[in-house]
């Protein structure tokens, strides 16, 4: 049963353009949510988080975006740089516990 | 600080051997959680600790693995007897306080032969 579901397991983009990441979740008592950049033999880091209580949240050229009515978040990268490429994980806690996704490998071509 | 330290980096080893991955958190960090990332799971939580005390084990898949955290700098995830399936990347992650902004290693690589 998977509750954070990433249905695209990759997605290419040209350098300088917006990169649009999304995650479904199932679980309503979710309360936080979380974005992870994986590179190759390195660990998971963290990125940026949105608390339920908000539907936006800015870092940068990070955004994340939360519609709880749809339990849909996104992440978006502006403008998209060749250093994005990685593996980006979302990820969902409703207690004491991180849920992730499977990933999705976003690839910047310059 | 040095962040979350993982060893060994990799491991090959013949089906039926016994396997130990060994973690050292971040210092100040009271969880611990060890995950495994595999094509088909994803990453998945297998245990997590909380002030060395197991406190949630349900992700851990059969009787053949085991965890354990004998003080707050040391942790260890052992297999046995392990099995080719159990080929995976295996990542530890501390925090302190929530599960949130987790720390992660960089990972062992385990193969199973």
């Known amino acids: 049963d998977q509750q954070v579901k990433q249905n695209s397991p990759s997605l290419s983009v040209q350098e300088g353009r917006i990169s649009i990441l999304n995650c479904d979740y199932t679980n309503s008592m979710f309360d936080y949510f979380l974005w992870y950049k994986k590179y190759p033999a390195e660990g998971p880091t963290f990125l940026i988080s949105?608390?339920?209580?908000?539907d936006k949240n800015e870092d940068g050229r990070f955004t994340v975006f939360l519609n709880k009515s749809a339990k849909h978040l996104s992440l978006h990268i502006v403008p998209s740089q060749p250093g994005d490429s990685a593996v980006y994980f979302c990820?969902?806690?409703?207690?004491?516990?991180?849920?992730f996704g499977a990933g999705t490998i976003l690839r910047v071509k310059s | 600080d040095a962040g979350v330290i993982q060893s060994p980096r990799h491991e090959v080893t013949e089906m039926g051997q016994e396997v130990t991955l060994r973690c050292k958190p971040i210092?100040?960090?009271?969880?611990l959680f060890w995950y495994r990332q595999t094509m088909m799971r994803g990453l998945e939580l297998l245990i997590y600790?909380?002030?060395?005390?197991?406190?949630?084990d349900s992700g851990m898949p059969e009787d053949r693995f085991s965890a354990k955290m004998p003080n707050a700098s040391f942790s260890t995830l052992k297999i046995q007897p392990s099995e080719p399936r159990d080929s995976a990347v295996y990542f530890c992650?501390?925090?302190?306080?929530?599960?949130?902004?987790?720390?992660f290693g960089p990972g062992t690589r385990l193969t199973v032969t």
């Open positions: 990820a969902a806690s409703g207690g004491n516990k991180l849920v």
């Open positions: 210092s100040g960090h009271n969880s």
């Open positions: 949105i608390s339920s209580i908000k």
């Open positions: 600790f909380n002030n060395n005390v197991p406190i949630d």
């Open positions: 992650a501390s925090t302190v306080g929530g599960p949130y902004e987790q720390y």
